[in-house]
């Protein structure tokens, strides 16, 4: 067996007045999932930061690239984190300033010190127009390895040694099919959704997006919700975190292997057996992984037409 203990937090929006007291309240959450093997923040879980060197009360959609310029000191902070707690780290996501642009961007910390990223490929309208985001191109699969982890309370210590390949969709990213479906061909047993959603209908389009792309590629799914509110800064974060599995053994019959509480600071934890994926890949009633393989060259041919016209 290949046993992965995840921990989704909901994180908890508030002004900051330093860079440490945020770290603080990264750190608790972190002493909440110890002995996991992966812990998730959601998105945009930084958006308090703002308030360290202007007034919230007076920040608006312009001032959210500013949060670019703790993004190295970030880095730096979580890295150590994920090294002294033997842990991986997905950081939700920050801004992140490249080539003169501003990406929604999340990275990814290994408790070996190496650190990778992933910038948001689509963004909701709303970030676009009216935060200064802009999108990237690219959909990679990451690889965690229990082998050599310091994480003397992870139930992976008892085990010779395992990996796991996963990728993430940022909020928005997992409404659009095809982003976990490359990752899903490209080997992801496993796809994180850090999120943010301002609305009830925001969240539940996000909630059963995801809950819809583990029916799709029969893998595991786990959504983090950054909640709370930064008022009157024009920001409140609905929602819950969850981690989810296709609706097929040996999972779950409803696919909800751990759910949060709605709208309020929280973690959700959950010990799963990664090779419950290939069983469902290859003894559930479904096999919807498989046949999709199958008929790629189909539906190529079926896109080749509509942009043919």
């Keep these: 067996m290949r046993r992965l203990r995840i921990a989704s937090t909901q994180f908890i929006l508030k002004p900051y007045s330093s860079l440490s007291s945020f770290m603080d309240d990264v750190s608790k959450m972190l002493d909440m999932s110890k002995g996991c093997d992966i ?15 202007m007034d919230i009360d007076k920040a608006t959609y312009d001032d959210i690239p500013r949060l670019a310029r703790f993004t190295d000191d970030l880095c730096s902070r979580f890295s150590d984190l994920a090294i002294g707690r033997g842990q991986c780290i997905v950081a939700g996501t920050t801004v992140e300033e490249h080539s003169g642009r501003y990406y929604d961007t999340c990275f990814i910390f290994m408790p070996d010190g190496s650190m990778y990223r992933h910038r948001k490929t689509h963004l909701f309208p709303l970030e676009k127009d009216a935060w200064h985001m802009s999108e990237h191109d690219t959909m990679e699969v990451f690889e965690y390895s229990s082998r050599g982890c310091n ?6 210590i008892e085990q010779d040694g395992f990996s796991v390949k996963f990728g993430v969709c940022i909020c928005y990213e997992s409404q659009i099919p095809e982003c976990s479906r490359v990752l899903a061909l490209n080997g992801a047993e496993l796809i ?11 969240y539940n389009r996000i909630r059963h997006s995801c809950e819809a ?25 609905i929602g819950r975190s969850a981690i989810l599995a296709p ?31 290939k069983m469902t890949r290859e003894h559930g009633a479904a096999r919807t992984h ?20």
């Design 213 to 237: 792309r583990c029916i799709e590629n029969q893998l595991l799914v786990v959504l983090s919700s950054t909640v709370g509110n930064l008022a009157p800064f024009p920001v409140r974060g």
């Design 192 to 202: 994180v959704c850090p999120s943010l959603t301002l609305t009830d209908a925001g």
């Design 290 to 309: 498989r046949d999709r393989m199958e008929k790629i060259q189909l539906y190529s041919r079926w896109f080749a037409s509509y942009l043919g016209k």
């Design 39 to 53: 812990v998730v923040f959601g998105e945009w879980f930084t958006l308090g930061l703002l308030s360290i060197d």
């Design 247 to 277: 609706c097929d053994k040996p999972w779950p019959s409803n696919g909800i292997i751990a759910d949060g509480i709605m709208n309020v600071e929280h973690i959700v934890m959950a010990e799963v057996d990664l090779d419950g994926i």
């Design 151 to 156: 994480n003397s309370d992870s139930s992976s």
